[in-house]
């Protein structure tokens, strides 16, 4: 796991993993270099904190207005509902000489929330949303860490949570 993502906001010893906790990771393809980068973090933060290799799986999607739509198919299945796992969405948008990133990061955004709340299902927003390329690397294992790490234990924590209340 990156030293970078535990510079702020989530911080992993406060976390413990859920027996049996199923996640995928679902990473879209447009700015590959940024989304491979939160990709790698994640998987490697979920098998850092114990989560077994067969209890990954990895998804790819076109861009990340695609991300909700594998993310409501993942999150209806058992072994992803009501706390038996999570769902991890990784994507870069950045913005452009038009107003797209503004459309997709906000649609995105609620599509993801809403699909949560829908099947119980923690559905992790890792997407960064960026004026600037430099700014993404920057938070894709850069100074500003790894949102795709950052995402990943959300996710874990966010299983606890729904156990102890489900
Ligand atoms: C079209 C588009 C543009 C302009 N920029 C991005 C981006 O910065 N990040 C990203 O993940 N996807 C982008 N896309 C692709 C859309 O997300 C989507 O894949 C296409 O519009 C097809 O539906």
Known sequence: ????????GIKPTKISLSEGARFA??????????????????VETLQGQGVPDNF????RVPG?????AAAAALSRQDRYANGAGAVICLGAVIKGDTEHDRFINQSVAEALQRIAAEHLTPVMFGVLTCNTMEQARERAGGVHGNK?????????????VLRSIC
Not at 1 to 8: G, I, L, W
Not at 148 to 158: N, S
């Open 25 to 42: 990771v679902v990473a879209a393809r447009w700015n590959a270099e940024i989304t491979d980068a939160l990709h790698d973090a994640a």
């Open 56 to 59: 990954i799986e990895t998804y």
């Open 64 to 68: 990340a207005f695609e991300l909700p």
């Open 148 to 160: 795709g790490a950052e995402a990943a234990l959300a996710a874990i924590e966010m299983v606890s």
């Open 1 to 8: 796991m990156s030293d970078n993502s535990t510079k702020k």
